[in-house]
């Protein structure tokens, strides 16, 4: 083995400085040098370029290795020797991870020290933002195997040659995940990684089976006559297929922005009047600065379907509901621009808990490091690591809130100060425009969804005055207090909270979802929601490419459905998905589950069919019909690639096509015939055709 | 008597595409035997050897080296045996003294002197990059790589390919002093028919996939007459002969090889209207000629008597 290693790693050493170029300058491209360039994509643009080069290497030294070694003699020569092909390939293995993970690690390390070495002081980048590259290169390193089972199996390049190569792809996915999810903890990361292992050590069984097994198996079987109808049909359909697929795939990828849009710059959308019904109503910007004007809807009533062309009766006002939305996470080391401090000073969120403020023009630019629990420090805020404080989301240059509370910063000093805490899952930010004594006054309150609960606060000034004044905008110079507080949310798997607060301290909600509901509740009055539910009027673009987008996922299989139900669970910060979890799921997405088990049996039929024509015996269709259930249209595919499909001669006994793979007919049984003698056959006793034949006389 | 067999073969078949390359080959190989294996290009004895070295599949049938099956050799079966393959393959990066080292650290059994002696009849220098010898010299550090690993089977596929003759002449030295011993059996594949003649004990022919001959050089020749005729070279007749290998025409007479003579073949040639009957000399080589034309029928007068 020590041999074969040491051969393969002097043959293919040249490949490492191909890498280590390759690999090098990319993420010299993506590093930042100035501060510009620094902040939210470093990490991102890192991963992005290690995934580009590192796919290009690994596939690359997969095919170089094996194909150097693959050919007809240089195969003969490498494969007779005293040593099994399992350890050849192995060989290979090693070799070619040693110099993949040297032309990958390396400039990953350089990029890394000279992270470390810039220090926070000049650049919001720290050592750990090569993590996720580092992940994807793990991940990309399946091209190397995958080139290698590419090469090692049978087949045609345009038939099912190239198959290997996708199933990297899912791998690959879950290492670009981890640029998402990079924040959500180390539980999530073992599985990533474990995934990630899982699935290269799957192609690395695969890859060594097709060396070991499949390698002498060169050169492809005839094909039986078929009927070219027949063929082009086929081929019609798998074009349509790939032609959908790859339009989903479009679809999911550019987004609604290219999608025709409606141009009548009319938006539909709920509304409530001032008595407190709910409306499903068409606005229209006449003029920016008039806002938006609502011209024509109907009234939501129970289990109805608005008509929203319906003329709005005379005197009706009707106002827009707000939105509810997610407090999130930040999902990377450093978010960029957290507010605006002073004229030259650019801010970066570090998620360690802390508020970097950089001057451009001073050397070196960092400037303050504002944490929430005390006063600004200039310097390094890695010995103040606080994994749990989220600055994010702001309103203003002195008003904060995270998951856990809500914070003002004082003045000139930047001294943090908490307002509240309270575990935040939405919120929402509401400025009232309200005319008083021919004075236009701004309000402002924020909702936050705590708990089930919503909670109403309002910003006062500092001596607690029913409003905020505007006047005071950019200043520490306001209160919050909290005016109402709703009851619990019914459990329910919605999509969008809207809401409205009435003067008359009135909540009105909306659960949008497949299943909308209308809740009200009067703090004065009331004890508990009032629910109302209503067929769902609106199938805005966003819901349609949403549930392309969704739709996909049936279509790969039952595992990654689940894996993603998974780590979508997983990734929201949920412990493992409740039973009622399952159940709502179930309720509410039935049309997936119907879509999915569609698929499911498509698959099955597809199975049954892929191996019908590779003529496999009963027991291993039932097989592969199992794992149809399981890995949906990966299946018929994985069929179609693994066996060869055996090509067929007529038996002179029944006149019916037989495998010319099998010593006895399939159909009748009959035995080859021998090739007639020609008269001219001169052997010695014992050796010829009959004396070898009778010596051994058992069968394939 | 399987047991005494170094190479078996049963109803091995093996297809490339539509085209059957090896049509259900029988083959036995006496144990301590030196056996060429002749036919011509594309009669399948690359395939065959590679089915029977387990570096291909067959389609149908297995064969067995040294007992084992083909396809079933472990690492250890096939350090006992040995095998060049055509073209002599080496690592062209490699010096003659790595190649060495590689080759002694996959193989348990290695002689060194074997190996130093055989690379000195081709006046090869140990410290040379493979990539700068000549055919020859790259021909000899093969057959040293091979013969140095001490094989009971020698398996070589057409080693004298493109060689010189004084390269051929080494090669042939060098294969006569490793069967020295009665005991390894060598199967050559090979075109060079005196060398052939000069090196093995029994003989293969392989035309169009199918085996013809496997016999003991001496059975062959004994076995294969050649005579001289008068009679119309375009005579359809002339397939009447029993045995007939091939038949052409030289001055005037057609000049038939036939297998397995014996006095009804001669009542048959004078039956067709020879007048004059006349038995000629026959080498090995001429023998061999005749089987691998007969197969090639598209140039003789042979096909257009409609073969």
Known sequence: MRTLLEKELRENHRWLWV????????????????LVEGGEPTESLIAVLMLLGATLFALGL??????????????????????????????KLISGAIIYFVAAGFPLCLVAIWFSAQGIDYLPVRPIQVYPAAVVALACFGFHPAAMLMLARS???????????????????????????????????????????LGNSILVAAAKHAWVVSVADEGSFPKQPVNIALKVTLSFAAVVFLAIVIWFQVVAAIGVGWLPTDTSNTIEDYAIDTDGSLW????????????????????????????VRRELPEKLQ???????????????????????????????????????????????????????????????????????????????????????????????????????ELPIQAKAHVIRHESRANKVETREEITILSDGKLHIYRLTDKDDNEWFPERARGTSEFSIREIAVSPPLPPSTWKDIRFHFSDDSKFSVVLTGRRPCFLTYDSK????????????????????????????????????????????????GSSLPSIDSVKYFLQDEYGYVILGTVVVLLSMIGTCYACQRRMLSRSETIRWCCWAVLLGVATPIAVLSIYTRPACARCMGCEKKRRIDLRKCEHCGCEWERPAPMGIEIFDDGLGCEGVREVVSHGI | MLNDLAISAQGLTRYFDDRVVVDQLDLGVPRGSVTGLLGLNGAGKTTTLRMLMGLLTPTRGQSQLLGKDSQ????????????????????????????????????????????????????????????????????????????????????????????????????????????????????????????????????????????????????????????????????????????????????????????????????????????????????????????????????????????
Not at chain 2, 185 to 203: G, K, P
């Open chain 1, 19 to 34: 890498g280590l170029a390759l690999i090098g300058s990319l993420l010299w491209y993506a590093t930042p040098k100035t």
């Open chain 1, 62 to 91: 997969g095919v170089m290795q094996s194909f150097a070694d693959l050919r007809t003699a240089s195969r003969s020569f490498l494969f007779h020797r005293s040593v099994s092909i399992g350890s050849i390939f192995y060989s």
């Open chain 1, 155 to 197: 087949g045609k390049w345009f038939g099912t040659k190239l198959l290997p190569l996708f199933s990297v792809l899912p791998i690959v996915a879950i290492g670009i995940a981890t640029i998402t999810t990079i924040l959500h903890g180390p539980a999530l990361h073992v599985l990533i990684v474990g995934l990630i292992l």
């Open chain 1, 280 to 307: 499903w109503a068409k606005s229209k910007e006449i003029r920016l600065e008039a806002g938006l004007v609502f011209i024509s809807g109907d009234r939501l009533r129970k289990d109805e379907t608005p008509d």
């Open chain 1, 318 to 420: 009707l106002g827009h509901l707000g939105y509810l939305t997610g407090v999130r996470r930040p999902d990377s080391y450093f978010v960029s621009e957290m507010g605006w401090f002073k004229k030259d000073l650019t801010s970066y969120f570090d998620c360690r808990g802390s508020v970097l403020l950089y001057d451009r023009t001073l050397t070196p630019p960092l400037q303050a490091c504002i944490a929430r629990d005390g006063s600004p420090f200039a310097g390094d805020p890695r010995s103040r690591d606080n994994e749990d404080m989220f600055f994010y989301d702001k309103r203003g240059p002195s008003f904060w809130l995270d998951p856990i509370g809500a914070y003002r910063t004082l003045g000139p000093s930047l001294k943090v100060e908490t307002l509240f």
């Open chain 1, 525 to 572: 009055s009331d004890t508990n929601w009032t629910v109302t539910s209503f067929r769902n009027p609106e199938r805005d673009m966003n819901d349609n490419v949403q549930n392309v987008v969704f739709s996909i996922l049936p279509f790969l299989s039952s595992i990654v459905v689940a894996i993603s139900f998974a780590i979508g669970m997983l990734s929201n």
């Open chain 2, 72 to 307: 079933q050799l472990t690492a250890e079966d096939r350090a006992r045996i040995g095998y060049t393959v055509e073209g002599h393959f080496l690592y062209g990066w490699m010096t003659v003294r790595q190649s060495e080292k590689f080759q002694r650290e996959t193989f348990p059994r290695w002689n060194s002197a074997m190996f130093e002696s055989t690379v000195r009849r081709f006046g090869i220098d140990p410290g040379q990059k493979i990539r700068v010898l000549s055919r020859g010299q790259r021909a000899g550090v093969s057959l040293a790589l091979t013969l140095a690993a001490e094989p009971e089977l020698l398996i070589l596929d057409d080693p004298a390919l493109g060689l010189d003759p004084v390269s051929r002449a080494a090669l042939n030295e060098t294969l006569l002093d490793f069967c020295n011993d009665g005991m390894r059996t060598v199967l050559l594949s090979s075109h060079l028919l005196d060398d052939i003649e000069r090196v093995v004990d029994r003989v293969l022919v392989m035309v169009h996939g199918r085996l013809v001959v496997n016999t003991t050089i001496d059975d062959f020749r004994n076995r294969i007459s050649s005579w001289s005729l008068e009679v119309p070279p375009t005579s359809r007749a002339i397939h009447a002969i029993p045995g007939l290998v091939f038949a052409k025409q030289r001055g005037g007479r057609t000049i038939v090889t036939v297998a397995d003579s014996d006095a009804e073949t001669e009542a048959a040639m004078m039956r067709i209207g020879a007048d004059s009957l006349e038995r000629l000399p026959i080498t090995f080589g001429e023998a061999v000629v005749a089987y691998l034309s007969q197969s090639r029928a598209s140039d003789s007068f042979f096909a257009n008597t409609g073969a």
